[in-house]
Structure formats: structure tokens, C-alpha cells
């Protein structure tokens, strides 16, 4: 019905993104800073029409062109009044689509000890092949219910969120030095990869110990 300039404004069936496309027009007209999400199923588009054969075969897609297109022409059309404006307009978006996890899921059916040992073997390492630090970034925060906007420091090996005062820390290898950097935060808590101990448990258990004499909770995966 109406906003003000820093609003958040949430469209569950935005087919080809005309509410985005608005609220960064609007944003421009008026100075605002509005945000928006839009969420749109992945609706397939007819086989023989344009947009197919375009490449655009989903609802989704022809979405995502054009709010990539609309914020172009903005900046080309608007430019002067945006080079005016007190803090420059974001025209940028990110897009997710639901998939699996990139964690490897158990099965709790197998009862079979060989298959359970086999199972065990294929699970050291809990990723899934091909899982990116963006991928395994978002679904650690949503899975904490913490959005994706999120403001987010990033450390040369770690990321801190400061409202959580949450670190994520992907990195492959851990080292005491890169331990205490992480500490230098004073996050109140620390998720690290399994892997990034390898097989040093000495060094796992004492750097754990180290959190707790701090109060820090660590929570490996």
C-alpha cells in the first residue's frame, strides 16, 4: 500500500520481477534506500516461446535478467541524480535456489555393520563434492537463522558476523597462530571445519580448551 525509504518489501509471487524492478526505480526517484525479496518457484516457460529459446527457461531466469537489465538502464538513465544522492544506490542482487544440503546425510536405515563401516569411511569428510565456502557460508547462517544480508567482516582466513558475534572459519588448515586471530574477535562463538585439524587431535583438543577458558563456544563440522 506504501513505504518509506528503508523499507523491506517481500513479494512471494514475483514472476519476472516487476516489484524489484519498481523498488529500485522508486529508489532513485526519491533518494530511498527500500529493499526487496522476491521469491518465485521455478516455473518452466513454454518450450517454443522466445524467452526459451532465449535461454531463459524458468520464470526465475527472465526474473533475474531483468532486474540485471533494469538497474542498467537506471544508472544510464539516472545518473545525475543518482551521482547526487547523500550514499550511492545499490542496484545489485543476490540469488539463491533451494537445493540439498552440502553436508552428507546419514542413513539411519543401514543396520548392516560392513555398511555402516562403509558408511563411516565415506563420511571424514561430511562435504559434498564440489561444495563451494559460499554455499557452505549460507547454509551454516541459515541454518542459525540468520539471514544471508547479514553484515559480515572478512578476516584473511575466517569471517566474523558482528551482531552474532559469530565466526565461520572454512579454512583447510588449522594453526594456533590463526586460532588466536580468531579469538582477537571476542566472538561468543566458532564453527571450524573437521578437517582443518587433519589428524593433529593434539592440537584439536588444546585449541578447544583454549576457547573454553574463554567462554567461547566451538562448534566443529
Known amino acids: 500500500m506504501g513505504t ?17 524492478h519498481a ?17 518465485q518457484l521455478p516455473e518452466l516457460t513454454d518450450e517454443k516461446s522466445e524467452a526459451y529459446k532465449a535461454g531463459y527457461h524458468t520464470i526465475a531466469d527472465i526474473a533475474r535478467e531483468r532486474i540485471r ?7 544510464a538513465d539516472q545518473a545525475d541524480r543518482l551521482a547526487s544522492r547523500n550514499a550511492p544506490l545499490d542496484l545489485g542482487f543476490r540469488a539463491y535456489r533451494v537445493g540439498d544440503s552440502n553436508f552428507k546425510q546419514w542413513n539411519e536405515l543401514v543396520s548392516d555393520p560392513e555398511e555402516i563401516r562403509q558408511q563411516a569411511l565415506a563420511n571424514l569428510d561430511p562435504l ?10 549460507i547454509e551454516l547462517l541459515l541454518k542459525r537463522g540468520i539471514s544471508p544480508l547479514a553484515k559480515i567482516e572478512q578476516y584473511d582466513s575466517f569471517c ?15 594453526t594456533e597462530e590463526l586460532f588466536t586471530a580468531i579469538l582477537a574477535t571476542k566472538p561468543s562463538s566458532i564453527i571450524i571445519l573437521d578437517r582443518a585439524f587433519g589428524d593433529d587431535i593434539n592440537l584439536k583438543v588444546n585449541l578447544l580448551l583454549q576457547a573454553e577458558r574463554q567462554g567461547v563456544e566451538v562448534e566443529v563440522v
Open 23 to 39: 523498488v529500485a526505480q522508486l529508489n532513485a526517484e526519491d533518494g530511498g534506500n527500500r529493499r526487496w525479496i522476491c521469491v
Open 4 to 20: 518509506t525509504n528503508d523499507d523491506i518489501i517481500l513479494d512471494f509471487f514475483s514472476g519476472s520481477g516487476t516489484t524489484a
Open 128 to 137: 559434498e563434492e564440489g561444495t563451494t565456502d559460499d554455499d557452505l557460508l
Open 160 to 174: 566474523f558476523i558482528p551482531p552474532e558475534k559469530l565466526v565461520i572459519c572454512l579454512a583447510y588448515s588449522m
Open 69 to 75: 537489465r533494469a538497474g542498467a538502464k537506471i544508472r
